[in-house]
């Protein structure tokens, strides 16, 4: 079994910042992708950030020069940056490993359980 556990949600005010982490423990060999989706009410889930084993980055146009992902790959967790927030952000963020429990194993993805960002005043 492999158990994904974020933290560091809350609320904070427009302009303010905000660092998520996430931490995957268990049957870990390899772990391929590292990302955060967000899903705010009455919207469909979608990708904020990701990170590969290797470095590469993506990101979705509305963080650009915002966010920033980066991964510890010796403690499997990454961690969200989360600068100049406005309301828009608002969701509830979601982490995503890319894991292999063994290293010719097939990938499979595992989620966090979630945690709320509220961007207000």
């Known amino acids: 079994q492999v158990q994904v556990v974020e933290s560091g949600g809350g609320l904070v005010q427009p302009g303010g910042s905000l660092r998520l982490s996430c931490s995957a423990s268990?049957?870990?060999?390899?772990?391929?992708?590292m990302a955060w989706y967000r899903q705010a009410p009455g919207k469909e889930r979608e990708l904020v950030a990701g990170?590969?084993?290797?470095?590469?980055?993506e990101y979705a146009d509305s963080v650009k020069g915002r966010f920033t992902i980066s991964r510890d790959n010796a403690k499997n967790t990454v961690y969200l940056q989360m600068n100049s927030l406005k309301p828009e952000d608002t969701a509830v963020y979601y982490c995503?490993?890319?894991?292999?429990?063994?290293?010719?194993?097939?990938?499979?993805?595992?989620w966090g359980q979630g945690t709320q960002v509220t961007v207000s005043s």
């Open positions: 995503n490993m890319g894991v292999r429990r063994s290293v010719f194993a097939s990938r499979e993805d595992y």
């Open positions: 268990g049957s870990i060999a390899i772990i391929n992708t």
């Open positions: 990170i590969t084993r290797g470095g590469s980055e």
